[in-house]
């Protein structure tokens, strides 16, 4: 096997069977539940139409895998740092980039668990089947760009601040950014300002192509240029890991 | 009268007078008919009806540029206000580009029931010639609420994923307790 594929298979056992893992993970599917229940229990919210409620449980798990994404990313670098563990990788017989690469694939496969874990709330809570596959495919696409996008843009900091926390502060401050759509709500988007942080912000383009998939039930002609957008900021994002992580120092 | 009916009457008042307005200026002197017809069928809420709208041309010349949009209302009692139409419709507005004399447009407004309520949906023609605009007349429905989610569905799944991960996670403990110790 190869050292990133070491590192790979490494980075996946810590994601899913570390105390760290047990406890995200689970946190992450109690939130979902509370959101479901909050859903079901609440006489208004029960009657929300169907593809509607699909779409905020979609913005949910979209938000989720964002943060276990940014956290990820921070830890990457900053966080073996820290514990005084990058040494022990940068002594091994393999460049900074390939761990960067392991790295990410890790943050990669932390999405994808968080997918697994929702998938059933999605479902649960698209009663009627309404545009759910069409949800469920679209939520894991753009789910793994944003995912490259923060998870990169967040481990390519990390590749050169001294500490864990500062790097989960900068991570944190553009995940909250990032989630501007979801503050500022549909009308004030529907200003000027409002609709040039959606056109800049990729979590916004990730939003507006489940709206457009699971509520307007448009057809995939009309989100090519979200993907084009979101795959742009993705390249952007693993080429910034490439470039930070060619030089890695203690 | 109370405040409920009196803030309805001055939210259908201008509504009204606009309809009218619009019908004798249709009547009168503008060259456009504009209709909009409804489902006969009940509605309820999650239901995707389609309504029809058709703008003729009664006049002698062609009329170009003509654009035709959706306004619903909520008429709710005490409650009555425009309705955004994001999210209820994907289609807000078509624009004719020619209509010669004589000449009828039909268009298709699909709608998604995304609340219960009493609603009116009308259609306005702009003619970039005209001062004024013509409206059609006001559909009135009611939407019947219907409960979209599913409390057999969400229930195990927000339970039992949980209690799943939580005993996995202990089964996996207990395994590697056993394993070093």
Same mark, same amino acid.
């Given at each position: 096997?190869?050292?990133?594929?070491?590192?790979?298979?490494?980075?996946?056992?810590?994601?899913?069977?570390?105390?760290?893992?047990?406890?995200?993970?689970?946190?992450?599917? /109690?939130?979902?539940?509370?959101?479901?229940?909050?859903?079901?229990?609440?006489?208004?919210?029960? *009657?929300?139409?169907?593809?509607?409620?699909?779409?905020?449980?979609?913005?949910?798990? *979209?938000?989720?895998?964002?943060?276990?994404?940014? !956290?990820?990313?921070?830890?990457?670098?900053?966080?073996?740092?820290?514990?005084?563990?990058?040494?022990?990788?940068?002594?091994?017989?393999?460049?900074?980039?390939?761990? /960067? *690469?392991?790295?990410?694939?890790?943050?990669?496969?932390?999405? !994808? *668990? $968080?997918?697994?874990?929702?998938?059933?709330? $999605?479902?649960?809570?698209?009663?009627?089947?309404?545009?759910? #596959?069409?949800?469920?495919?679209?939520?894991?696409?753009?789910?793994?760009?944003?995912?490259?996008?923060?998870?990169?843009?967040?481990?390519?900091?990390?590749?050169?601040?001294?500490?864990?926390?500062?790097?989960?502060?900068?991570?944190?401050?553009?995940?909250?950014?990032?989630?501007?759509?979801?503050?500022?709500?549909?009308?004030?988007?529907?200003?000027?300002?409002?609709?040039?942080?959606?056109?800049?912000?990729?979590?916004?383009? #990730?939003?507006?192509?489940?709206?457009? !998939?699971? $509520?307007?039930?448009?057809?995939?002609?009309?989100?090519?240029?979200?993907?084009?957008?979101?795959?742009?900021?993705?390249?952007?994002?693993?080429?910034?890991?490439? $470039?930070?992580?060619?030089?890695?120092?203690? | 009268?109370?405040?409920?009916?009196?803030?309805?009457?001055?939210?259908?008042?201008?509504?009204?007078?606009? =309809?009218?307005?619009?019908?004798?200026?249709?009547?009168?002197?503008?060259?456009?008919?504009?209709?909009?017809?409804?489902?006969?069928?009940?509605?309820?809420?999650?239901?995707?009806?389609?309504?029809?709208?058709?703008?003729?041309?009664?006049?002698?010349?062609?009329? &170009?540029?003509?654009?035709?949009? =959706?306004?619903?209302?909520?008429?709710?009692?005490?409650?009555?206000?425009?309705?955004?139409?994001?999210?209820?419709?994907?289609?807000?507005?078509?624009?004719? &580009?020619?209509?010669?004399?004589?000449?009828?447009?039909?268009?298709?407004?699909?709608?998604?029931?995304?609340?219960?309520?009493?609603?009116?949906?009308?259609?306005?023609?702009?003619?970039?010639?005209?001062?004024?605009?013509?409206? &059609?007349?006001?559909?009135?429905?009611?939407?019947?609420?219907?409960?979209?989610?599913?409390?057999?569905?969400?229930?195990?799944?927000?339970?039992?994923?949980?209690?799943?991960?939580?005993?996995?996670?202990?089964?996996?403990?207990?395994?590697?307790?056993?394993?070093?110790?």
């Amino acid at each position: 096997m190869s050292a990133v594929g070491s590192l790979l298979r490494k980075e996946l056992m810590e994601e899913v069977f570390s105390t760290r893992g047990a406890v995200l993970y689970l946190t992450c599917s /109690a939130v979902l539940s509370i959101f479901a229940i909050l859903l079901v229990s609440n006489t208004e919210l029960s *009657l929300l139409d169907n593809a509607q409620a699909v779409y905020m449980m979609c913005g949910i798990v *979209l938000a989720l895998g964002l943060l276990i994404a940014v !956290v990820r990313g921070s830890d990457g670098f900053a966080g073996e740092r820290e514990r005084q563990t990058l040494e022990l990788l940068l002594v091994a017989p393999i460049k900074g980039q390939e761990i /960067a *690469l392991a790295k990410l694939g890790g943050t990669l496969i932390a999405w !994808v *668990l $968080v997918f697994v874990l929702a998938s059933p709330f $999605v479902w649960a809570v698209g009663s009627t089947g309404q545009n759910l #596959g069409p949800a469920l495919i679209y939520l894991f696409f753009s789910g793994m760009l944003l995912t490259l996008i923060l998870g990169g843009v967040t481990l390519a900091l990390s590749a050169k601040t001294r500490t864990f926390k500062a790097t989960l502060s900068i991570g944190l401050t553009l995940f909250l950014l990032a989630a501007s759509p979801v503050i500022l709500g549909p009308s004030l988007r529907q200003g000027s300002i409002g609709r040039l942080i959606d056109w800049v912000n990729p979590f916004a383009h #990730g939003l507006n192509m489940l709206d457009s !998939v699971v $509520v307007d039930s448009q057809g995939i002609s009309f989100q090519l240029l979200h993907f084009a957008i979101l795959t742009c900021y993705a390249v952007a994002a693993v080429w910034s890991v490439n $470039v930070m992580t060619r030089r890695v120092e203690l | 009268m109370n405040n409920g009916q009196l803030v309805a009457l001055l939210i259908i008042m201008p509504l009204v007078l606009a =309809l009218a307005v619009g019908t004798c200026h249709a009547e009168g002197q503008s060259p456009i008919l504009v209709d909009i017809q409804g489902p006969a069928q009940p509605l309820k809420m999650g239901d995707t009806p389609t309504f029809k709208g058709s703008v003729t041309n009664v006049g002698n010349h062609e009329l &170009s540029g003509l654009v035709v949009y =959706l306004s619903l209302v909520s008429l709710k009692p005490g409650a009555e206000h425009p309705v955004d139409l994001e999210d209820w419709s994907a289609q807000k507005a078509v624009r004719i &580009s020619k209509l010669g004399p004589g000449q009828i447009n039909t268009q298709d407004w699909p709608m998604r029931l995304i609340e219960a309520g009493r609603f009116g949906v009308a259609l306005t023609v702009v003619d970039p010639d005209e001062k004024q605009p013509v409206v &059609s007349n006001l559909v009135i429905f009611n939407i019947q609420p219907k409960p979209t989610l599913s409390s057999s569905r969400i229930i195990p799944v927000a339970i039992g994923e949980p209690l799943f991960l939580l005993l996995l996670y202990g089964l996996h403990w207990v395994y590697t307790r056993s394993r070093y110790s």
